[in-house]
Nanobody, 119 residues
């Protein structure tokens, strides 16, 4: 069974860059027809799609976050990474990684990692 595990900084100050890592066990991030995806849930709000990286390394980002977002991968570690620059307290959220199939089914999720932005 595919397992995803996020790891993040926990606490950041405004203007810093958030980096959250997702390590995938059992299954390669280069397997065709999957989108390796970042989602977040801000306090009191619904799930928000941030972006994804495909099996070939192509990326796509939410228009509202695109100017601050960069998703990359390290295939040697079977890991993909979210970087969000110039964070503000509004970026406080639980950040999740997930695997999404070509049918857009979110079939595997990480447990989420809390990131708090505060001065």
């Amino acid at each position: 069974q595919v397992q995803l595990q996020e790891s993040g900084p926990g606490l950041l100050k405004p203007s810093q860059t958030l980096s959250v890592f997702c390590t995938v066990s059992v299954g390669s991030i280069t397997t065709k027809n999957y989108y390796w995806t970042w989602i977040r849930q801000c306090p009191g709000k619904g799930l928000e799609w941030i972006g994804h990286i495909t099996d070939s390394g192509s990326t796509n980002y939410s228009p509202s976050l695109k100017s601050r977002t960069f998703i990359s991968r390290d295939t040697s570690k079977n890991q993909f990474t979210l970087q969000l620059s110039s964070v503000t307290p509004e970026d406080t959220a639980v950040y999740y990684c997930a695997r999404v199939g070509s049918d857009y089914e979110y079939d595997y999720w990480g447990q989420g990692t809390q990131v708090t932005v505060s001065s």
